[in-house]
């Protein structure tokens, strides 16, 4: 009897042993994955590195203008920014793969695809990763950093492509870390983000003074032939040259549809494009920045907040997009909280861009929004109703004036006009 009791105590003794080492075990391996993430290998970075296309068209000027900005400096701070799928990187890959930025930064031209550096502590890894510096276990990966560039003074290009990762989770440790590497003289960078403005407080040079424009039709056409691979386009060319303007020249989108053109005829594509939009670009079955235009959209607009989502959804409703902001905006959404902050944000995520005093919207983003968000947009409706009528009300001059007056507002009042209609 006391035998049977003596195992079956040993027995439950064992058992709890096992589960409590199963648990530990669990535990440990819990930590190893967190340990895991945090090395980033040399692998990690070269297979978020992309190639330099060959097919790369109407950038000479930015390029030129980056490449004169990056090598007649001491120290440089380029920024290029604009919306997503607009051509940034493909920008930066060619100013870095210049002649003369070669030369002038033959042995330190490093690539940071800082998608896979979200992080004030990752970014600094996968610097000091790039740099080949060894920091041994408990040694200040900073220190080592900063003894690194003491000793190497020789020039040095950090390129920080999509900077808006790390940048949007850590701005002041990030402008931190920025601020360390601009201390040393020999440090010049190029950052590479969907925004408006270069992050923090360095003095960053806007390639193009601006946002990165959309292609002119021209080169868009050329982008397009080269890559669908199209060699007669001339009977064509109407239907092309329709699908390039729907898609307002944005080089991911052109990219995407002439991959479709390789297979698919161009009557057909129109068609799918004027049913599915931007469901139509996208590459495969695979989701990526640079495989659909949605996704790639969609890395912006997950950032909002509501009223973000809503304004921008606004926007986008609006097909002559908001003329004359800064004086209509808060006039044609009365009542609407934060409108100041929520356009900001819009334009510094590049949703939106301001151009001759009005906001207005790629067309893959405005289909996006309109197509597959599906943001209810009827609070707005009846301010931007009363808006109208009383501006329309209120226009004076001759005949020709207020037609000048009312034309770049036309589409909006056609619009709303129709939507209350219908509903
Ligand atoms: N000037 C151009 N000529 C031909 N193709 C281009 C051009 N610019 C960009 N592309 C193509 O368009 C796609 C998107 O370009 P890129 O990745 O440079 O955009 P991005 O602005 O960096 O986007 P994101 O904001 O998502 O990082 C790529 O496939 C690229 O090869
Ligand atoms: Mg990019």
């Given at each position: 009897m006391f035998n049977t009791k003596a195992s079956v105590y040993t027995w439950r003794a064992n058992q709890k042993l096992l589960q409590d080492t199963e648990n530990i075990k669990k535990i440990l391996s819990g930590i190893a994955k967190t340990h895991d993430q945090l090395i980033i290998t040399d692998d990690d970075l070269e297979r978020a590195t992309p190639g330099v296309s060959?097919?790369?068209?109407?950038?000479?000027?930015?390029?030129?203008?980056?490449?004169?900005?990056?090598?007649?400096?001491?120290?440089?701070?380029?920024?290029i920014l604009?919306?997503?799928?607009?051509?940034?990187?493909?920008?930066?890959?060619?100013?870095?793969?210049?002649?003369?930025?070669?030369?002038?930064?033959?042995?330190?031209?490093?690539?940071?695809?800082?998608?896979?550096?979200?992080?004030?502590?990752?970014?600094?890894?996968?610097?000091?990763?790039?740099?080949?510096?060894?920091?041994?276990?408990?040694?200040?990966?900073?220190?080592?950093?900063?003894?690194?560039?003491?000793?190497?003074?020789?020039?040095?290009?950090?390129?920080?492509?999509?900077?808006?990762?790390?940048?949007?989770?850590?701005?002041?440790?990030?402008?931190?870390?920025?601020?360390?590497?601009?201390?040393?003289?020999?440090?010049?960078?190029?950052?590479?983000?969907?925004?408006?403005?270069?992050p923090g407080s360095l003095r960053w040079k806007k390639l193009g003074s601006e946002s990165i424009p959309p292609l002119t039709l021209d080169s868009a056409k050329?982008?397009?032939?080269?890559?669908?691979?199209?060699?007669?386009?001339?009977?064509?060319?109407?239907?092309?040259?329709?699908?390039?303007?729907?898609?307002?020249?944005?080089?991911?989108?052109?990219?995407?549809?002439?991959?479709?053109?390789?297979?698919?005829?161009?009557?057909?594509?129109?068609?799918?494009w004027q049913?599915?939009?931007?469901?139509?670009?996208?590459?495969?079955?695979?989701?990526?920045?640079?495989?659909?235009?949605?996704?790639?959209?969609?890395?912006?607009?997950?950032?909002?907040?509501?009223?973000?989502?809503?304004?921008?959804?606004?926007?986008?409703?609006?097909?002559?997009?908001?003329?004359?902001?800064?004086?209509?905006l808060s006039e044609m959404l009365t009542g609407w909280e934060q409108l100041d902050q929520s356009i900001n944000t819009l334009l510094e995520n590049s949703l939106v861009y301001s151009k001759n005093e009005t906001i207005k919207v790629l067309a893959p983003i405005r289909e996006y929004v309109c197509r597959i968000q599906h943001t209810d947009i009827t609070r707005a409706i009846t301010p931007l109703g009363s808006f109208y009528a009383?501006?329309?009300k209120h226009l004076s001059g001759t005949e020709q004036a207020q037609q000048n007056q009312i034309q770049p507002h036309i589409m909006n009042i056609t619009k709303i006009f129709i939507f209350n209609q219908e509903n």
């Open positions: 060959s097919i790369f068209c109407g950038r000479d000027a930015l390029v030129a203008e980056g490449v004169t900005c990056i090598v007649n400096n001491n120290q440089a701070f380029l920024a604009g919306a997503g799928g607009i051509g940034k990187t493909s920008i930066a890959l060619h100013i870095s793969n210049a002649a003369e930025v070669k030369t002038k930064y033959a042995k330190a031209s490093y690539f940071l695809p800082c998608e896979v550096l979200p992080d004030a502590k990752l970014l600094l890894q996968g610097i000091i990763q790039r740099l080949d510096i060894r920091a041994g276990e408990g040694e200040s990966q900073y220190k080592k950093l900063e003894e690194h560039l003491r000793v190497n003074i020789q020039p040095m290009l950090l390129i920080l492509d999509n900077f808006e990762t790390p940048w949007n989770n850590n701005p002041v440790e990030i402008e931190s870390l920025l601020g360390k590497l601009a201390s040393f003289d020999q440090v010049s960078m190029i950052v590479r983000m969907r925004g408006l403005n270069g050329k982008v397009f032939s080269a890559i669908s691979q199209k060699q007669d386009l001339e009977q064509e060319k109407h239907g092309v040259a329709t699908i390039l303007i729907e898609l307002d020249c944005v080089p991911l989108a052109i990219t995407l549809i002439a991959k479709r053109a390789r297979t698919s005829p161009l009557k057909s594509l129109l068609k799918m049913e599915g939009k931007t469901k139509t670009l996208k590459q495969g079955n695979t989701d990526g920045r640079l495989t659909s235009v949605n996704f790639s959209i969609e890395l912006s607009t997950r950032l909002l907040k509501p009223q973000e989502t809503e304004l921008l959804a606004v926007i986008c409703f609006l097909p002559d997009g908001v003329p004359d902001w800064v004086e209509n009383t501006w329309l």
